[in-house]
């Protein structure tokens, strides 16, 4: 996932474009005189290396400050630019906001990046008091009429512009009528009211799903109802508790998704009925971190907001800007593939039907069966032993031999680990990274132990975007949530892990090779259906031969991966895709059925609304569950990605049809990586998406890769794939 928050980073051009530039005076900075201020080390742009944040310096106390005053000298640049007397230009206006909010953008992104990977009380505190300040602070320069009439006179004149101005002036000219530029004073109120309420209800959902989460881990003092967990999950299990001072008992902590990893594992049926119930139920016990209320009035809200903006619904709003254009198109990729993937799902269960009564277990499958025996016929059918396996995924070895190491055959980067930058928490890495010529370009941090204060799921954003205007080296990171060993043993990683770790890389990528001059469009900041593409494009080399050979060593030995486990792996590629694209179609239909509610719409009753709409379109079957169920689907309801989560699968047929073009041309190379790295890494959002792929392709892209790969039609010889992870 890549994560873009809050309107803030999602929405506002201004905001995203004022990062940190080479020190300079700011507008409106005499706050910083009194002693407080002062010391504030958000108040001037960090002195070190490409203006990493200064997390020794960082305290809770310094983030509410430094976002007030942020917004404040955000503001009076604003109006300095719409109230100057020069007519306007591309300069004055377009590039003097891109320079505007250094402050705000300098402290937004770490305080968000904090508010997902490692919160506290205080930070949700100040989340909840800062979430509709921002939202009404991006609607005080968006519904600026004097802003706009200047952006509406370049706008028209937008053709005598260098190709890369004009892109970037109507991406503002659409995101200021989008926002609401063209509405009467009544209606801009009304939005201005519901952009506040949102994004308060967006925090507080992410907040109880946090507690929630938290809240639904469950817990035992008889150790045998985890049978089945190996003695190092049990440790972590039993570390897991003493930390919630439940001494001598064991805790499993839920994970984001509605299917949970120890599933495949645990031997106990009534354990694993628990687990399951204890996930689709984590925020619907009608406590206070139930969050049905919260989700049927933010759907309806939605609707009420693209009514005024003038869409028919929240969905249509929202994909006009995306590459899909519109709902209809996302709907359909999805409703064409469910009758070949409900198939292959029910074939999934027939098999192991037929294992548990072969096993005489007397019983028809659950749910919350399916993992473990899936397990189980991957086990017979592939002989592939998941604690096996994870012997041979070192954590180090798997990001040094594996991912940078592919990184650096594709595109020819290389990596020395910092320890002298400042992190938040100490389970966090820093990589300096060099480019092919030596020359150093950035830094890379990593996070990627799972955390009581950590959201669940993996994603990547950036401390400081690139550009070249402000002269800034990108800072990324990733965040992931892999197991954490107990001291002294190694991090194994399950290969879905492996997956998510180049998967998240990928988009490190996007934003490592931003080679462009606005920061509002640098690296990751594209389109959603888009931005996913560079990141499932990574994974296809987890795979490649000589890449899985250079990390797949076992974690004592450094013996490799023997080749009738590599083989197993590889061939049951296309296993169990039935029941991931099954789940992830059904999620991804469901957050459209509920942004493609009509405007007038009541607020709806969240479980009827959930079981119609899987009905609806013919995904409505009790063993395959959505990926996530309304009340905890957090990249609807409190990321970005409402009425976007289709997005994966739209970037997946890139992701395959692209991956084909380098089977076509020779496989992993570095000019293959170096085209690829000039023509789409590079690029961010200066172009439309449809064309840059086409630049690249040389056509548009097809879905017929995607549907090999993931075995839903007959394969041609040779073709493998990976699952798409972290999603
Ligand atoms: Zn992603």
Known sequence: MFHKRLLLVAMTAALAAAAQAAPKPEAGATAAATPAAAANPFFSASTLQYQAPPFDKITDATFQPAIEEGMKQQ????EKIANQSDAPTFANTIEAMERSGALLT?????????????????????????????????????????????????????????????????????????AGANLSEADKATLRALNKEESTLQTEFQNKLLAGTKAGAITTANKAEFAGLSDAELSAAAAAAKERKLDGEWLLPLQNTTQQPAQAELTNRATRERLFKASTERTEHNDANDERATVARLAQLRAQKAKLLGYPTYA??????????????????????????????????????????AQNGGFQMGPWDWQFYSEQVKRNEFKLDESQVKQYFELDRVLKDGVFFAANKLYGITFKERHDIPVYQPDVRVFEVFDADGKSMALFYADYFKRDNKAGGAWMDSFVDQSGLLGTHPVVFNVCNFSKPVAGQPALL?????????????????????????????????????????????????????????????????????AEMLKSIKDSGTYGQGYATAEYIAAALLDQAWHTLPAGAEKQDVDKFEAEALKRYNVDYALVPPRY???????????????????????????DDAFYWFKEHGGMTRENGQRFREMVLSKGSTM????????????????????????????????????????
């Open 316 to 357: 249509a709003y929202s994909l006009e800007d995306q590459m899909a254009k519109t709902p209809d198109h996302a709907i359909k990729l999805m409703t064409d593939m469910v009758p070949a993937t409900m198939a292959k799902a029910r074939g999934e269960a027939a098999q192991m039907q037929k294992l548990i009564d």
């Open 688 to 727: 439309e998406m449809d064309a840059m792929y086409r630049a690249f392709r040389g056509r548009d892209p097809s879905v017929e890769p995607l549907l090999e790969t993931r075995g839903l039609k007959t394969p041609p010889a040779g073709a493998t794939g990976s699952s798409g992870a972290s999603k």
């Open 75 to 78: 503001l009076a640049e604003i």
């Open 106 to 178: 300098r402290v937004a992104k770490v305080f968000f990046a904090l508010a997902q990977a490692n919160t506290n009380d205080t930070l949700q505190q100040v989340q909840r008091d800062e979430a509709p300040k921002l939202a009404a602070h991006q609607d005080a320069i968006y519904l600026n009429p004097k802003l706009f009439a200047r952006v509406e006179a370049i706008y028209a004149a937008r053709d005598k512009l260098a190709a890369d101005e004009k892109f970037l002036v109507e991406r503002y000219h659409r995101q200021f009528v989008r």
């Open 494 to 562: 399950t290969f879905d892990d492996v997956t998510t770790m180049f998967h998240e890389f990928g988009h490190a990528l996007h934003g490592l090779f931003s080679n462009v001059k606005f920061p509002s469009v640098a690296g990751a900041n594209t389109p959603r259906d888009f931005v996913e593409f560079p990141s499932q494009f990574n994974e296809h080399w987890a795979q490649e031969p000589s890449v899985f050979a250079n990390y797949a060593k076992h974690y004592k030995t450094g013996a490799p991966m023997p």
């Open 629 to 655: 169920r309304t009340s905890y689907f957090a990249h609807i309801w409190g990321g970005g990605y409402s009425a976007g989560y289709y997005a994966y699968l739209w970037s997946a047929v890139l992701r």
